[in-house]
């Protein structure tokens, strides 16, 4: 179908581009990764999946090849439908979800919206051995809850997830906690 689409970012929502093409406008869907890393006005290029059901066609696009492979592998999950997928793909990056599910971590996957237990057991059953090569090419350190908890309050304030990431790796202060290392993180980002 569509296999990648190439344009100005037109317009950003919470969890879409709309993407201009020549005079066209295509609304694609995406992770918040995705959105993040983009500009109103920026030329992007969006490796996409389109799904087209009974009463509906959606296009779902994603800037790195590695999140539209995850997708893609996540959609055939029994009980994983697009939009699961998407939030997964919001939560972390593509190789930390790979390394849970490899290792299975049932727990640390729960903690995804709309990832229960049984959820979580179903990926780790069909998805270990079609990601076991994906996962290993990514060297992942468990991210501290702090850090984690500061991320997504910054993310939840409006700020970009790639340029939050990139904060908090430069924010070296040992033992600070949450509200401390979004004080940090604030500086570094007004600045």
Do not use: W
């Not at 919470?14 to 992770?31: E, M």
């Not at 850090?147 to 990139?166: C, H, N, P, T, Y």
């Amino acid at each position: 179908m569509i296999s990648f689409i190439k344009g100005r970012v037109e317009d950003l929502g919470g969890d879409y581009l709309c993407i201009d093409v020549n005079g066209l406008g295509y609304r694609v869907l995406s992770s918040a990764t995705t959105i993040g890393r983009v500009t109103p006005g920026e030329m992007v290029k969006l490796h996409t999946r389109m799904i087209v059901r009974e009463d509906s066609m959606s296009l779902f696009g994603f800037i790195e090849e590695d999140e539209l492979y995850l997708f893609e592998k996540l959609i055939t999950v029994s009980g994983v439908g697009p939009k699961v997928a998407v939030a997964i793909l919001s939560s972390m990056p593509p190789g930390e979800f790979a390394v849970l599910v490899v290792e299975g971590r049932v727990e640390e996957l729960m903690k995804v919206p709309g990832i229960g237990r049984k959820t979580g057991e179903r990926l780790i059953l069909e998805l270990k051995d079609k990601l076991e090569a994906f996962g290993g090419e990514y060297t992942y350190e468990p991210v501290p809850d702090n850090r984690r908890e500061a991320l997504e309050a910054l993310i939840s304030l409006g700020f970009d997830a790639a340029g939050v990431r990139k904060a908090l790796s430069q924010v070296d202060e040992e033992g600070a906690d949450t509200a401390r290392l979004i004080k940090l993180c604030l500086k570094i980002l007004k600045s």
